[in-house]
């Protein structure tokens, strides 16, 4: 069977939204990505004890399927589960609901475990995973990679130079900068006039303090293909799914 679910209350506040007043995609990240370290918390294996032992976790690729962008002062309940993992990956599911119960969104993540000093992925650490109580599989997940969606009509570029504040507690960008940083290569008029459906984000390359990353975008009416590129090399991709605003 998976392992043990957890579970949050989050109230949805201003400055977790953007303009339209729905929650903005970085924040949704942020705040899956609490109640994953919350439970880890709760579970006797937090980050710092990670970091204690030279380890960090660190995510390869989201899968987020958005029904309903939640908005300013809603209740959501956040479950994660971690549901699998083999010698090198594991596998964790989020759901969200709003307070009728019903599913908002839910995403699909890939982690991997790092040694902090070498920078490099190292096989699992059973201290680390069994209380999780994830289901030990000998597969590693096939998921679809991003990719541009038919002939090309737009193009656009931002450039960003990485501050301290985008480092986290693993030395490297926080995985959410990228997803702000993507989202902001697309210009405001259509960011207040569509919805985000779907979100598939790959991690590659890591990015440092002080580098300048470059944000460019492709999109093909309703879909957008995103890449991150830091010294010539791609550190991140992504490809979106929008649909036009539907009032509440």
Known sequence: ??????????????????????????????ILMLVSNDQ?????????????????WVVTQHVLTVDRMPRVGEELTITTQATSYNRYFCYR???????????????????????????????????FINPYSADYTTKIERLTQPQMQGEVTEHNERTYRVRYTDIDINRHVNNIHYIDWMVDALDKDFLSQHDLVSLNIVYKKEVAYGDTVHSQVAKNGLVTYHEIINDDAISCVAECHWQPVKED
Request: charged share 30%; net charge positive.
């Open 93 to 127: 599911d989020f759901f969200v609901q709003d307070q009728s119960g019903k599913q908002v969104a839910k995403m699909h993540s890939v982690f991997v475990m790092m040694d902090l000093k070498q920078r490099k992925m190292v096989r699992l650490v059973d201290e």
């Open 40 to 56: 880890s918390n709760d579970l006797g294996v937090s980050l710092q004890n990670m970091k204690k032992a030279g380890l960090g």
């Open 1 to 30: 069977m998976p392992g043990k679910k957890y579970s949050e209350q989050h109230r949805v506040v201003y400055y977790d939204t953007d303009l339209t007043g729905r929650l903005n995609v970085g924040k949704l990240g942020d």
